[in-house]
Nanobody
Framework: EVQLVESGGGSVQTGGSLRLSCTIS????????MGWYRQVSGNDCELVST???????WSLDSVKGRFAASRDKTKNSIFLQMNSLNSEDTAVYYC??????????????????????WGQGTQVTVSS
């Protein structure tokens, strides 16, 4: 079992920044991919940014240059730095990890395939 606990969501004005954190514990030996999803109510779950066990990163085109996933191996934590936020970034953000696989596109947020584990979700609200 792997447990993930998120923190760092909240409200921010357009153009502002937020940093989400996710602490990972439990049986983490087989974690191969880590990242962040977001979901706007009623919409699909969207994979936003990832970082692999080899520190290879990927970001969705709409957030490239604004969002970046990173990690601190010593603290078993991953982060999502979000800059230049706009109203379209308002969503519930979930951290997730995959065991011996890549994080999938388009799962149900919080309830992905059996090889994934999820944080509880944190609300990010961007207002003008």
């Amino acid at each position: 079992e792997v447990q993930l606990v998120e923190s760092g969501g909240g409200s921010v004005q357009t153009g502002g920044s937020l940093r989400l954190s996710c602490t990972i514990s439990g049986s983490t030996f087989d974690v191969s991919d880590m990242g962040w999803y977001r979901q706007v109510s009623g919409n699909d779950c969207e994979l936003v940014s990832t970082i692999s066990a080899d520190d290879i990163t990927w970001s969705l085109d709409s957030v490239k240059g604004r969002f970046a996933a990173s990690r601190d191996k010593t603290k078993n934590s991953i982060f999502l730095q979000m800059n230049s936020l706009n109203s379209e970034d308002t969503a519930v953000y979930y951290c997730a990890v995959a065991l011996r696989n890549f994080l999938p596109q388009g799962p149900l947020c919080g309830r992905g395939p059996e090889y994934t584990y999820w944080g509880q979700g944190t609300q990010v609200t961007v207002s003008s």
